[in-house]
């Protein structure tokens, strides 16, 4: 499910896309915990950290956001590309606990690491970052991703955009802007 995303829309500037698929997600082996999530990805930009010396941005889409976030405050990217934020607890315990007759936001919500609270990561960020916002985004509505936005200290551009959660092509127009907006965050 990777893609070249954003290295694609930087206008003939040379980058690479490595996409992390920590245990059990993304079809690879191992327990589905979210505890190893965090860890994963903390190993993850610390080992490309002391490997390169070229600026890392690190990227997160849907729930990925929640580790893009946990990356930005721990240190270590250049910046961040983060969208449709998914603040987890806050979805779990609000918006989905009327599905689930409160369970999840008695079992569910509770269960989300502390280190993967997207709002309080972006209190602790300092590096750039963009947010693309899907107006239509029913999973993770755009009031719950402004809460996440509004928290985060770093520079932070917000791009909004047309779509669903998931939507995989934007419109020209969109596409254009998102173009623009990465180069210039990446160029800052």
């Not at 690190?58 to 590309?81: F, Q, R």
């Amino acid at each position: 499910m990777a893609t070249l995303d954003p290295a694609d829309r930087l206008g003939g500037r040379s980058a690479e896309v490595w996409t992390l698929n920590p245990p059990a997600f993304g079809g690879t082996t191992g327990p589905a915990e979210l505890d190893r999530y965090a860890d994963c990805v903390l190993a993850a930009l610390d080992y490309l950290c002391a490997q390169v010396n070229v600026p890392i941005w690190v990227c997160g889409k849907s729930i990925g956001t929640s580790a893009a976030l946990l990356a930005a405050a721990h240190g270590g990217p250049a910046g961040v590309v983060l969208r449709n934020v998914m603040p987890l607890h806050d979805l779990l315990e609000q918006r989905y606990a009327w599905r689930t007759a409160g369970l999840s936001a008695l079992v569910l919500a509770p269960a989300v690491p502390s280190r993967l609270d997207c709002t309080a990561n972006a209190r602790k960020a300092q590096v750039p970052a963009l947010f693309v916002v899907s107006r239509d985004d029913q999973v993770s509505p755009p009031s719950y991703q402004r809460r996440v936005i509004d928290a985060y200290r770093g520079p932070a551009t917000v791009l909004e955009v047309g779509g669903g959660h998931d939507e995989r092509h934007l419109t020209a127009n969109d596409e254009v802007a998102y173009g623009k907006a990465l180069r210039s965050l990446i160029a800052g």
